[in-house]
Each structure stands twice: as C-alpha cells, then as structure tokens.
C-alpha cells in the first residue's frame, strides 16, 4: 500500500506497512500468545489498512520478565551514563532522519494533518529526545553533614543517590502517539529504566515504528518491549503487574482512576497525566483579531484531541461579538480533508466512537438551547469527520460547559470582570491548563495566581517546551512530566549514612 487519498507514501512507510507488524519483546518480534490481530483503521475513510497483534496477559508477563532482565542483569543495567546519554541522542537523530515517514504514520493512522505532525509531533519528540538525553550526566544527589544526637562521639556522614525506579509500564493514548512514547521513554532511558510500552489501540504504528530504531540504534534487548493491544486486557494487565515499579500514564481521568488504583494495590509509583477543560480568558484591552485567531488554534489544533485545548472561552463583554464573528469566520474557513493531504487544516477525529461522542455532545448543547456561531454538524464522506464548531448562548451547567468534548468544539461565554471570570474558569474538576489575552500586566499577574492549573499561557496557548514541568492540578493528573521534574518519577532516592 503505498497510495492514501490520492497521496503518494514515502519509500520508508510504505516499506513498513508492507512488512508483517509484530510486537517487540526482548529482542524478538513477536506475534500475540493468542495469535489474535486487531484492524489498524484509516480514520479518513473508515476503512482497514493493516493489522496488529491483539496482546493481552499472557504477552505482558513475557515483555516485563524481557524488561526485568535487561534491567537487573544485562549490559543495560552496567551502562555508564554517558553511554546512555550517546544512545539517545541516535535515537533522536534516526528519528529526526525518518521524520517524514513518522508523519505520514501519524497522518494515516490517527488522521492529523501530516503537516501538523511533522512540525509538531515529530519535531517536538525529536527535541524531547535530545533535552533528555542531556539529564542522563546529570542526575545527582546531595550531601549532608548530620546531627545525630546519640554516639556524640562518632562523627556522621550522609548522602542521597538517585537510582533508577526500575521496570516502568507505560500506557499512552491515541491524540499524539509518537510524543507521548517520547515523553515516557526519554526520561526512562536518561535515568536507566527499562520499559514495557503499550500504544492505544487506535494509533498502535508509530510505537512499532519507534521500537525498530531502537534496536537499530544499539539498545540491548528488552530495554524497550512494545505490546500492542486493548485498554481492558492488555493495558489493565500492565497496570496491575507485579513485576514494575512504575506506571506512566496519560489518557482520561475515568481510566486514570483505574490505573491509579490497580497501581497503588501494589504500591508501583504511579503519574497520570490526564483530562482537561481548558479556559481562555480574553480581557477588555485584548486585540479581538489576536484573541479570535489564539482562540481558534487553542482549539482546532489537532481537531481539539488534545488534552489542553482551549474549550472554553470566556470573552469579556465589551469584545464577545467581535471574537466571537472573527472565530466563527476561522472555523468556516478551515480546510477539512485527510490528514496525510499536505493542505488539510482539519483531519477526521480519530474513530468513529470518537466522532459519535463528540457528535452527542455537540446535539446536547444544541438540545439545551446553545446556538452554532459554526460548525455544528459532521463533515462529508466517510471519515470521522466534524466541522469545527463555535457554540455560543451556553449555560454553565450545562454538559458541553463541563465535560471534556475532545473534539473541535468550542464554548464562547461572555463574562463582566476579574473576580467572576477566575470564579468561572475554576469551576471545573479539571486544572491541567489556561491561557490569558492580554497586554495589560498588572492584571494578567494578578490572574495568575488564581487559576487553578499546572499551566498558565499569556497570549498564546499549547505552548509546550522541554524545560517546563507539564501536568495538572485537581483531577487532571498527578505528576509533571518535562523539565527537570520529571526525573523525580523515573527514580527513587535513597538515603546513605555512614558512621565514620
Ligand atoms: P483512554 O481511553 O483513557 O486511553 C488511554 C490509554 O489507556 C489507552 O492506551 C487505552 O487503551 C488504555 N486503557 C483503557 N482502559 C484501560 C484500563 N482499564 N487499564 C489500563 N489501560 C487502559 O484515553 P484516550 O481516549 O486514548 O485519550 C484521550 C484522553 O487522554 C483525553 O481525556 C485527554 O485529555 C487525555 N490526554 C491527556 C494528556 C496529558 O498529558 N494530560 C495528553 C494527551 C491526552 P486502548 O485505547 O487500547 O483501549
Ligand atoms: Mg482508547
């Protein structure tokens, strides 16, 4: 297959496509136990391009004993941190060489924009890796002249390591495949974990793809196992297992609840980065241009699967209709089409399930007597597609206001001053992000500090760098991954005293 929507492949994707897609598990790839396969979907046209095993228990168990090795006894486990910092930087550069063919499975397989992934899924993943490779030198502990009260006359020294936390399950959603193995395998492979990774099964290609330049970049065996298959039994499986000291998650809050708590039954250090319901909050003095076009990317980037969007935006009243008239004009005029033809602005959502959810909640905000400024219907075709939509005259109670759509649906609400928009933007279980439209610093700084949530943008939004913790407050997660912090959930401390 080397021809989507009227699009010619790269030689590598179609290469990959044509070879048989197995899972890695040490240094094998393997079929699932059961034998059992499960259909990779085009979501611009709803129809089965490929197939990849359908993992479970039995494949889970042979992956972390894999990871367990290479761990404890292999020569993974002897790597001096230089050599762990030089192993990832190839990895970077053999992504970075295969950028467009990592596009390309993006684009065909989740039904983004290709374009959008190259520079952006692709680019950032590739950076990530480099950022990461650094901190693998530069994982320290402290020293400590102690206090201790009996044996005065003993003298006491203390010191702190940092050490690897061991077999790490990572389990990943479907909105940005690639990025999201990036950022669970960067930090584990600087601080020397091993991992067992399970891809969503909506976007299972790319981790495939990414397992293959692992091998090929020198990683011994079973650093990284890729298994392939379902939430409720393979996932489920890996977060429950006995054998890793630690899950990464990201996905829903509903499912990080689970994992959570099957983590915590056996007490596996747990991060969850999570849901969201983003505010963007437009004061009186913005540019209503500026505000409707960062309103609009907040939004529509990645056909709002993403897990900051901006899906409400409160207005002050004195600027609401012009906004809300420049957005609605964005939206119209976004290009709709699959996500692997270089000029789409707008891909199909990921899955038919996906479209049909966001389709519901598109209908109940309707139903409850909200208003189209656009949108507000599915595309043509096949595909899972929805029109980028602008809802306006909601009520704050009401679903589209409070649950998280996941789809290019945005709420526009007028709003009168300060106290009442923070009020607004609050009322939320989730706090993963903001973002703030204005020139006016005095005010914007005295916003900051009361929004809840782990990232707060000035004038623009999805903003995301290497060198920033990123995570949320309240139900969107617990932990930061990037930055500096996220080496503290990769590594255990371990505090040394010693009688001298
Ligand atoms: P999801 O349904 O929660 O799935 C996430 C992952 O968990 C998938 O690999 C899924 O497998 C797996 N899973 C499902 N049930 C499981 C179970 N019982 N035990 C263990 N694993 C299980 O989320 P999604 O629909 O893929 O992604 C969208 C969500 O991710 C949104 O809520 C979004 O906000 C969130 N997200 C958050 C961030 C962040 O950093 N905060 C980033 C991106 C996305 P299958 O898909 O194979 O069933
Ligand atoms: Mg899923």
Known sequence: MNNFHGIELAAGTAAFLARPRRMLIGAEWQDAASG??????????????????????????????????AFEAG?????????????????????????????????????????????????????????MAGWATKIEGSTMDLSVPLVREREFFGFTRREPVGVVGAIIPWNFPLLMAAWKLGPALAAGCTMVLKP????????????ELVLEAGYPAGVLNVVTGLGHTAGAALASHKGIEKVAFTGSTEVGKLVGKAALDNMTRVSLELGGKSPVIVLDDADPAQAAAGAAQAIFFNQGQVCTAGSRLFVHRSRFDAVVEQLAG???????????????????????????????????????????????????GAGYFVKPTVL????????????????????????????????????????????????????????????????????????????????????????REMGRAVLDMYTESKSVVMML
């Open 200 to 211: 969503a099964e909506e976007t299972p290609l790319s981790a495939l793809r990414l397992a």
């Open 392 to 479: 306006v005259d909601a009520r704050d109670d009401m679903r589209v206001v409070r649950e998280e759509i996941f789809g290019p649906v945005v709420v526009a609400m007028p709003y009168e001053d300060l106290d009442e928009v923070a009020r607004r933007a609050n009322d939320t279980p989730y706090g993963l992000a903001a973002s703030i439209w204005s020139n006016d610093l005095s005010r914007v700084h005295r916003l900051i500090p009361k929004i809840k949530a782990g990232t707060v943008w000035v004038n623009c939004h999805n903003i995301l760098d290497n060198a920033m913790p990123f995570g949320g407050y309240k139900q969107s997660g617990i932990g």
């Open 36 to 69: 059992e396969t499960l259909p990779v979907i085009d979501p611009a046209s709803g129809e089965t391009f490929c197939r990849v095993p359908a993992g479970d228990a039995p494949d889970i168990d042979r992956a972390v004993a894999a990871a367990r090795h």
């Open 330 to 380: 964005i939206a119209d005029a976004m290009k709709i089409g699959p996500g692997i033809d270089p000029s789409t602005q707008i891909g199909p959502l990921v899955s038919n399930i996906q479209r049909q959810r966001v389709m519901g909640y598109i209908e109940s905000g309707l139903g409850e007597g909200a208003r189209a400024a656009a949108g507000g219907s599915a595309g043509a």
């Open 75 to 131: 020569e993974w486990s002897r790597m001096r941190p230089v050599d762990r910092e030089r192993l990832l930087l190839r990895l970077a550069d053999l992504l970075e060489a295969h950028a467009q063919e990592f596009a390309e499975l993006e684009a065909i397989d989740n039904g983004k924009p290709v374009t959008m992934a190259r520079h952006v899924d692709v680019a950032l993943s590739v950076d990530f890796l480099r950022y």
